[in-house]
C-alpha cells in the first residue's frame, strides 16, 4: 500500500480542487446509462448479465418515510439478485457489512471479490460513521493518528480526522486482501443509519463529523487513482453536515427515493456537497437501481 498524504485542511481545497481535475478524467459514467449497487446480503445469489429498462412504477411516498421503511441503505436489502432486471452498465460494490471499521465484530463483504468480478465497471463504496469512541486505539490506527498531527483545528478535530483516515486505511486493505485494484470509482456512504454526531444520541460537535469525512476523503484520495465520491442527499447531509465545507469529493451519487429512472433524473441538479452531480439511486420494487446523469 501506498504511503498516506496528508493534506493540512486549510490547504485541501486548492490541492483537492487540482486532483479532482485529474481523477476525474479517469472515468466518467455514460449518461442516461443505468445501474445497480449492492453488497454483503446478496451474497451467494445470481447476478444481473443483460442490460434491461427499469420500471414504469411511481410512487408518492415521501423521501423521509421510504428511507425510514428501508433502514439499511445502500444495497442491504435481502432481495436476490436473481430478481433484479437481469443487468447494466455498471454496479457499485459494498466493501463492508454495514458498518464503518473491519473488524472480527464487524468484518466486511465476505462476497466482496466475486461480486465485484460479476460486476460491470464495478465501483466500490464504504460505509461511514463518527463516534468519540472511535478516537480509542481498537478503532484509530497508529499510523492516521500520527498523521493528523499535521491537521489544523482543536485536538478532537485532529481525532476525528484521524478517525476517518483509520476507515479508510482498513477499507483499502480488506480491498487489496481481496485482490481488487482498479475500481471506477470509491463512494463514501453518509447517511443516518451509523453512528455521527448529533444523531442517535451521540453527543458531541457537528464538526468533528467534518473532520471525520475529510480524514476519508484525503486518505482514498492519497491512496487511489480511482474518482472519490459522496453517496447521501441533502436531508442526511444537513443532519450529519450541516453547511460545513468537506473539500475533495469528485462526485455526488444521491439517494433519491424516486421509483423510476425517469424520476430520478430530476435529482442530477442536485447537489448536496457543493460537487456535480454523477450517480442519482432510485428503487423499483425493493431493487437498488442507480442512473447516470
Not at 484521524?162 to 471506477?184: F, H, L, R
Amino acid at each position: 500500500m501506498a504511503a498516506v498524504l496528508r493534506f493540512p485542511l486549510a490547504a485541501v481545497l486548492a490541492v483537492g480542487a487540482a486532483l479532482v481535475l485529474g481523477n476525474a478524467s479517469a472515468f466518467a459514467y455514460t449518461s442516461g446509462s443505468l445501474g445497480y449497487d449492492i453488497s454483503y446480503p446478496q451474497c451467494g445469489t445470481v447476478y444481473p448479465r443483460t442490460m434491461a429498462q427499469a420500471s414504469a412504477t411511481t410512487s408518492t411516498t415521501s423521501l423521509r418515510a421510504w428511507w425510514s421503511t428501508l433502514r439499511n441503505p445502500p444495497a442491504t436489502r435481502s432481495t436476490p439478485v436473481r430478481s433484479w432486471y437481469p443487468g447494466s452498465n455498471f454496479g457499485i460494490v459494498g466493501v463492508n457489512s454495514g458498518y464503518p471499521f473491519i473488524s472480527s465484530a464487524h468484518p466486511g463483504n465476505p462476497c466482496l471479490a466475486d461480486e465485484y468480478g460479476h460486476t460491470p465497471l464495478a465501483g466500490l463504496y464504504v460505509n461511514t460513521g463518527f463516534d468519540p469512541s472511535y478516537t480509542d486505539s481498537a478503532h484509530t490506527t497508529a499510523h492516521c493518528a500520527s498523521l493528523s498531527a499535521t491537521v489544523g483545528g482543536s485536538t478532537m478535530q485532529r481525532q476525528a480526522w484521524a478517525v476517518g483516515c483509520s476507515e479508510a486505511e482498513k477499507d483499502m486493505a480488506y480491498v487489496q486482501a481481496q485482490a481488487i485494484t482498479n475500481p471506477t470509482a470509491w463512494w463514501l456512504d453518509i447517511e443516518d443509519g451509523n453512528s455521527w454526531c448529533g444523531l442517535h444520541g451521540v453527543n458531541c460537535d457537528q464538526t468533528l463529523n467534518q473532520f471525520a469525512i475529510q480524514g476519508i476523503i484525503d486518505t482514498l484520495r492519497a491512496n487511489v487513482a480511482s474518482p472519490v465520491g459522496i453517496y447521501s442527499n441533502s436531508l442526511f447531509w444537513s443532519e450529519i453536515v450541516g453547511t460545513l465545507p468537506v473539500n475533495g469529493a469528485t462526485w455526488d451519487w444521491i439517494a433519491s427515493g424516486a421509483s423510476t429512472s425517469q424520476q430520478a433524473k430530476g435529482y442530477c441538479g442536485n447537489s448536496f456537497s457543493g460537487a456535480p452531480v454523477s450517480l442519482v439511486q432510485f428503487v423499483s420494487g425493493s431493487i437498488d437501481r442507480d442512473v447516470a446523469c
